[in-house]
């Protein structure tokens, strides 16, 4: 099997399926259409016929089970089967040459049988129409993706491809189901059109017959099979003027008539079979138009009306399924040349009085096998309801479809009507969405132009507004580099970058625990605010300018434990708070508006700040004192006490710092502003005036 077959079987519906014959059986008796399969044996199925057993053979579902998949189309089980079993290409056509409508006429005239593929030099997809005794469907797989498309819309976009397609001549063989008691189950290859697609051409003679159910399509099809037999019970007869049933309707012949009569049709069979070679297709099918006529004639002289509509359509089906070669497509042949003349031409003549006798043969076994199947259930039928003509069965079921689709008709007004209305009230919305929309438009238009008067004006707009002090509380600074491996604090430190290349790759990062996005400080954004704060600014100042102006004052030994911890920094903590140990198990904080950090969280640096334009005065002074003291015992990372004002130290705030660092001119000691705790522990105590955004070393005089 081709994979791209089975890839698109087992992707159609799953259906329910005994097991073994009786499952195939089941199948047949439901009319189901789709592919059945047992291990890696394939069948495809046509309303109820089995087309053709693949890569095994119909033993291979004896007393097995088996999947069943219901196929979306009936074309497709048709086109698969076609294509499994090969047959012949015929002809090849360009399209611009000879359309694909017009070569669609000619194989729908000619009775052909097979199917027409366009796929070469088409880009869109490939494009198949199926055929058999003239009767044709459609398939076409577009793009890529190769979306399915059946029908009437498979054909038109077909036609309007330009590309080259083939003609396939193939036969199609019906398999038996062991097991089949025979009867109408016991079908012949011509049978294919009579209940597949010939079924499906006569139910589209109504306008309407696709709103029709699915159950009385079934019936339409068991009322065509019936009046399929009797035209052909009526070509025999005429065939074999000596019957003593050639003038009998089967309804009225008793059983031991029908056997004589199958008994003569099967001599005619035979006289058939040793007609000459030599006959012609086109006699072959006029004797049959005659036959059927003639058939039909009988019929209608005791079926009525209903029965002479059924005859013409069963003596046109009985024409083209006696024509089984492929029409000719060259305008030669319209000159009398014959198809058989120029090489590469279609089957001999031979082949084609082997399928003239095979045609008559079948017609004389179908009018056999349905009589006496037709006589063989009479007793357990006819127990059940009572014998009525052919003619009166059928109009009785095309009343009752009528009265169906009749039904159906009105809910489907009723439908229509129900979608016209959804159809206005979705206008309705549609209306409505685009004033929406319109006016969304609108007021966005406005909003920007106040925006953009709003930042002409220097007036930035939040979402949300913070305290002041809960923002920096929430906030820590980071120091990091643009790149590592350029100039840094510990290359500064070592006197190998300068100022300006650190003050570029040095950046410093803020974290918040709250959401910045739409936050307003102050009457200003987050970030503009804490840009503006003289926290940061101090910050900043620390770790880019006061290293450069220790080192370049000489003070790198006088002031030691500032300028050896500044590259130490890591993160900066705004508003924050170091613990201190007092007992085992037990600590207390000390609060600081700013505190530097290492890696490890020790702290290196506190500071206090004071924005107001107040003094800064001795108790402020005095209190940082007490404070870095207790954090300096329990941390001797810390390097020192920062007290920074935006206005200026008042004496007494001087004096407190002179006094607790030793200072003035009697102090012997090597370090400027030290506070020391004992031999070799102390930190440095800075006082920082900050004026104009620009910080200023008051305490050590550097």
Partial sequence: MDSEIIDAVTGWDSAPAERGYGGLRSLADDGFTGAVVAGMTWGFMLNGRLLGVFDGTIADFDDESFEAYRAPDPSLPLLYAMKEIGGDVRAQYYTEDTPLNDANSTLSAGGFTGYVELSENVLSGDYYTVYHGGKSMNVAYVGNSRRLVTGDEAFELADDEIGIYKVYDVDIDLVEIPGDDGGDEATSDDEIADDGIGGAAVADTDDDAESAPEDDSVEIESAEATGSADAVDSTASADAPSSPTSTTSPEDTPTTEVQDAETSTDDVSSASKSESASTSTSESTSTGTNATDSGSRNG????????????????????????????????????????????????????????????????????????????????SKKSARPTKPTSAVSAGKVQAIREELASVKSERDQLVSERDALKRERDGYEQQAEELESRVAELESELQKLQDELDENGVTLTDRSMPADEALRGTNLFVRYAKKSGATLEKAHAGQAKQDDVVENLRLEHHTTFDVEGLGVDGKPYEEFLHDSPEFGFAKWAVTDLLYEIGETGNRSSLSGVFDSIPEVDRIELYGTVSIPIDEGESESRRFDV??????GNPLFVANMNDSRDPATYSMVQQLINDSKNVANAHETLGSAFVVTKSFFEPEALEAATEETGGGILSRSKRKSFVKLSRKQGYHLCLVEARSGEFHLNVPDL
């Fill in 595 to 600: 505190i530097f950090r290492d890696q490890m």
């Fill in 300 to 379: 209608s002289s005791s079926s009525g009306e209903a029965a002479d509509d059924s005859d013409d359509v069963f003596s046109a089906e009985a024409e083209w399924r006696n024509a089984r070669s492929i029409p000719s497509l060259d305008p030669r042949d319209a000159e009398g040349e014959s198809v058989n003349e120029r090489s590469g031409s279609g089957r001999s003549s031979t082949k084609g009085s082997k399928r003239t006798s095979r045609s008559r043969s079948n017609a004389s076994q179908q009018s056999g096998g349905n009589a006496s199947s037709r006589r063989s259930s009479s007793s």
